[in-house]
């Protein structure tokens, strides 16, 4: 029988060279939502694991010197929905994360776990995307940046190095006029596994969009940053027409599968469904805080 | 017989005896339990849906270091299918040897073929992986329709339908009247045809059991299940010990809804108990249970029923098919006999056809068969109903069954109270409301009715007077739906003390009676007769003996508030003697108080509900929520109402999932491809509205409390009632379980004509 070897380093150069060392053996425990559930379901069996939940940066939420914010890649949803001003800047991104799990399940999942887990209907991932957040990877060459909807490379795979450790997602300051929104299709009303989910960040001014980004979720093998119905947004004050053609586009743009969770024909219908609805959500946060 | 009038403590909504040990996490469930030197089993499960079985080596696994014991299906007690069946309850023994360990063949993808004991979990999980099956891998069908094609792969050779090698391995019909006749008078008839998938029991709490075989052979069994009789002589069955050898303790349960009412693991592990010399522990995974226990039957019904234009139904057909799984035994009595019912059909010929596939045997759950038949019935009925332009409550009053009605299935009715479930439902504040705005979504309302026979059975109890004055109640049956807390409010009734007095426990097989299993919503029925006996035998006792000490004539005493009073001022002035007084003075007046009564109980009447569901359907998503649901219910008597509206409760939130999400899932090889509870979709509390419960208290005039069951009778109705409302709401007929969101958009999407055939 295997061991199980557990570390918790302060540092993350500590972790970073114990995760390398470690080799395809070992697994990130942030949260551990994920990881837990996969080991005692017999999916994985990791000889080491290394927690994260030590090292400060990881489990920050920092406001950066132009207006942004940094989150460590560990920090739970609880964290996060309890921080004073994020959830006024990111309501989108911060439902999103918020609707990973149940409640308890806040108390320790993380978005940093949530992108690295590789699962295309992750939830906070089509929200980040669509805020437009860039990841900080720390591995053994040192550090580097990534955008957000770069990370998955097709279901439970990421585009992370070897022995690479995702430290933080920075999010970009908000012009005025700026808000987003997350929605997803499960068939129950919590507990459960987005069969679409879609995030929209926009940017308004006198009830125009200037500015939009779309995420689209659990409609391919990653998340899908959908430019075509941003850009049929953008220049709109999201009359039915532009509405309807940044729909299409979310349904263009799927590539789903059939499955125990939803059809091919109902996941591509829905994408739009749910573009309209999370727009009008997002451009009344928008426009409320004019 | 006395009906109790009056009462102090029947009816009330007394504090639960295992609410405490629940919420504290102190309840000791099956899992719980542990035994020094105590080992670890787990099974090797066949991968494939239908596979012969050539040959099994175990050489390896019982070498590797750890590993105390293997057992195979040679180690089970055979069952000979030629030498006909041995039954056991509904279970016949010949499928039960077959079910636990696979023997000649395996029948689906989880069907156990080996079993190993180690001394941990992952010794023993390895030394499975070390066990070589040499499998002929046969073709396979899980679904009626391949089951049933003519060249479908045939699961049981022996078996012969029409004198050919079949799946169908029984039938039975419930016939009154000349239906072809009928017919003839109809002004409108409707046909249509339903399927249902398979959905599970989903109780929270895996099965698991704890086995200790002593050198000497006495065995003791730890585990939770629906009738430790049936445990214990289900095992003596399978593994040759007698019955007296064997001590099943119950555990508390968490959750059986039927799916307890056979055993998994407990032949198995009590063998390899025997073979180690060690207690040994078996604990299913989720994914287990989800492939290897239950579910109950997916279904395919047809049902014809024809009314005069003036609402009267002069006949009605229904065929229903449904999966057995891998032996036979599919609920076609709840769905044939049940579904007809509530109503006085003149012609009707009601069939049942047992279906076996490459699935799971399938398991009782609650009122097994009767809500799949329900389900077609009652939508049938919604579409007659509309095409002779009636409401559909008054549709159902016109054709109730009641007191004299002969029902197909056999019986001629007693008083019965369907007819008063559809006039409350139809004074129901829910019927009147308006249905609201759903802001965009379209909001519909549908009602349904359903019957469940209910059952009576061999109960034993044992009532005791304790030193300090107290009383202690033992029966035989697991509580899953509040007996204890229903015993209790009885026999603290009948003794006139404060029910807190009276602790109720469940016995294990060697120290209580003969207890037929909790099932067919017969326990309080059937336990509340027996304690009321053994309690009326004990007031007479303590009658006895305060005459005694007064001096007096025993029908000179009476029984009242907890004490002895002379019954008149004729009988002579005497200080009233308490159950204390008389308990303290038992040595010295004959010795100790208590009584012990073993019946099979007779006399249980069927129960009938009425449904009023309203739900809110969002139709570019497919999505329909339930937003408000009343129950309706003869209940006979709710001795405990907090625990009969529980029982209404969670029999509608199980309809509600079974009517919108649950369904077993396959891949293209066969396997369930949804095993848990993420993929299996139960519905969770923010699915569902505040479920109301309307008691209506016709009591069972052949129980000495009223007391008929409840259990069962509150998931009959509940599909139908959805569906009606998402006709009601959306103007187009589904016929097909689930009505999950992709299927509800389909059908939203496709051309009017296609979706009402």
């Known amino acids: 029988m295997t061991e199980l070897r557990y570390l918790a380093p302060d540092t993350l150069d500590e972790a970073v060279g114990a995760f390398a060392k470690a080799g395809s053996a070992a697994r990130i425990l942030a949260g551990g939502t994920d990881l837990l559930v996969q080991m005692r379901s017999g999916v994985l069996k990791p000889g080491v694991i290394v927690d994260i939940k030590k090292i400060p940066e990881v489990t920050a939420i920092e406001q950066t010197a132009d207006g942004g914010f940094r989150v460590g890649a560990a920090v739970s949803g609880m964290a996060l929905a309890e921080h004073e001003t994020f959830g006024k800047v990111w309501p989108g991104v911060l439902e999103a994360v918020n609707l990973i799990g149940s409640k308890q399940v806040q108390g320790r999942a993380s978005a940093g776990g949530n992108l690295c887990n590789g699962s295309p209907a992750g939830d906070s991932v089509p929200a980040m995307v669509a805020a437009g957040a860039i990841v900080t990877v720390q591995g053994p060459d040192g550090r580097r940046e990534m955008k957000v909807e770069d990370v998955p490379a097709g279901p439970g795979r990421t585009n992370l190095k070897p022995g690479e450790i995702l430290v933080s997602f920075t999010l970009p300051p908000r012009p005025p006029g700026s808000s987003d929104a997350y929605l997803r299709m499960i068939p129950r009303t919590e507990m459960d596994i987005a069969v679409v989910g879609c995030g929209v960040s926009l940017t308004m001014k006198d009830g125009i969009v200037t500015a939009a980004r779309i995420g689209l979720g659990a409609v391919a093998p990653t998340v899908l940053l959908v430019e075509d119905a941003a850009n049929a947004l953008i220049g709109s004050k999201l009359d039915d027409a532009a509405l309807a053609k940044a729909a299409a586009a979310c349904s263009a743009a799927c590539r789903p599968i059939d499955d125990k969770r939803g059809t091919i024909a109902y996941r591509v219908k829905v994408a739009g469904v749910l573009l309209k609805r999370t727009a009008a959500i997002a451009a009344q946060r928008a426009t409320q805080k004019n | 017989m006395n009906v109790v009038t009056n009462n102090k403590w029947i009816g009330q909504r007394t504090i639960r005896p295992d609410g405490m040990d629940k919420v504290t996490g102190r309840a000791q469930f099956a899992a719980d339990t542990t035994m020094p030197g105590m080992i670890w089993g787990k099974v090797l499960r066949s991968p494939h849906p239908h596979a012969r079985i050539k040959s099994i080596d175990t050489s390896k696994a019982e070498k590797l270091p750890g590993v105390k014991a293997v057992v195979t299906s040679k180690d089970i007690v055979d069952f000979p299918i030629e030498k006909g069946a041995v039954m056991l309850g509904i279970q016949d023994m010949r499928w039960m040897c077959r079910n636990v360990m696979a023997r000649d063949k395996a029948l689906f993808p989880g069907h156990p073929v080996a079993a190993v004991a180690a001394t941990t979990e992952a010794i023993a999980e390895e030394a499975c992986k070390l066990i070589e099956v040499d499998y002929e891998v046969l073709p396979w069908s899980i679904e009626i329709d391949d089951a049933l094609k003519p060249d479908a792969p045939v699961l049981h050779e022996f078996n012969k339908f029409d004198g050919k090698p079949s799946n169908i391995v029984g039938r039975l019909e419930h016939k009154k009247g000349d239906i072809a006749e009928g017919f003839k008078k109809a002004d409108v008839v409707i046909e249509r045809t339903f399927t249902t998938r398979p959905v599970h029991q989903g109780y929270i709490e895996p099965h698991a059991c704890l086995i200790s075989v002593a050198p000497d052979g006495k065995t003791t069994i730890w585990s939770s299940s629906q009738g430790q009789f049936m445990v214990r002589a289900m095992t003596a069955y399978l593994t040759g010990i007698p019955q007296s050898d064997i001590r099943a303790i119950p555990a508390e349960i968490g959750g059986g809804f039927g799916g307890k009412t056979i055993v998994y693991l407990e032949p198995l592990a009590t063998l390899l108990a025997k073979k180690s010399g060690r207690p040994v522990k078996m604990v299913m995974t989720r994914e287990e249970v989800m492939r290897a226990t239950g579910p109950t039957s997916g279904s395919k019904s047809t049902v014809t029923i024809g009314a005069t234009k003036d609402g009267k139904i002069v006949a009605a057909h229904g065929t229903f098919y449904l999966q057995a799984g891998a032996f036979p035994g599919s609920p076609i009595r709840g769905a044939a006999g049940c579904s007809f019912t509530p109503y006085d059909i003149p012609n009707l010929l009601s069939e049942g056809y047992d279906v076996c596939s490459n699935r799971s045997k399938v398991a009782a759950y609650r009122a097994p068969g009767a809500p799949i038949g329900a389900y077609a019935v009652e939508c049938v009925l919604d579409e007659v109903a509309e095409a002779l332009k009636m409401d559909p409550l008054d549709f159902r009053l016109k054709n109730a069954a009641k007191e004299g009605t002969k029902a197909a299935h056999g019986p001629v009715f007693p008083r019965i109270g369907y007819i008063e479930t559809v ?304 006709y009601n709401a959306l103007g187009k007929r589904f016929y097909a379980l689930p009505m999950s969101p992709p299927k509800v958009l389909e059908v939203l999407e496709a051309p009017t004509q296609q979706a009402a055939e």
């Open chain 2, 423 to 726: 006039e409350a439902a139809k004074a129901s504040p829910h019927y009147a409301a308006p249905l609201g705005d759903g802001h965009g979504k379209l909001r519909g309302r549908g009602v349904a009715s359903g019957f469940w026979f209910n059952a009576g059975g061999e109960s034993s109890a044992q009532v005791n007077i304790t030193e300090d004055g107290n009383v202690v109640v033992t029966t035989g049956h697991p509580d899953i739906g509040g007996s204890r807390a229903g015993i209790a409010n009885i026999c603290a009734e009948l003794l006139g003390i404060d029910y807190r007095r009276v602790s109720v426990i469940i016995g294990d097989t060697q120290t209580v009676g003969f207890s037929n299993l909790t099932g067919g919503s017969r326990v309080l029925f059937a336990s509340s007769m027996v304690v009321t006996q053994s309690t009326e035998k004990i007031i007479q006792t303590l009658r006895e003996r305060a005459a005694k000490i007064w001096e007096i004539d025993p029908e000179a005493v009476k029984w009242e508030n907890g004490a002895a009073h002379p019954a008149s001022p004729n009988a002579g002035q005497f200080e009233p003697l308490t159950l204390e007084e008389l308990a303290e003075k038992a040595p010295a007046m004959g010795g100790p108080i208590g009584a012990g009564v073993q019946l099979n109980t007779q006399g249980a009447d069927g129960g009938f509900g009425t449904h009023v569901c309203d739900v809110e359907v969002d139709v570019d998503l497919g999505i329909a929520r339930v937003i408000r649901y009343t129950a309706v219910q003869d209940v006979g008597r709710a001795i405990h109402p907090g625990y009969v509206e529980g029982q209404l409760q969670g029999g509608v939130a199980q309809g509600i999932g079974w009517a919108l999400n649950e369904e077993y899932i396959y891949t293209k090889e066969g396997k369930v491809d949804n095993p848990g509870f993420l993929d299996y979709r139960m519905p969770v509390c923010s699915d569902l509205p505040m479920i109301d419960c309307i008691m209506v208290e016709i009591p069972n005039p052949k129980h000495p409390q009223g007391v008929k069951g409840v259990g069962e009778v509150p998931l009959v109705p509940v599909m139908a009632a959805v569906a009606n409302a998402i």
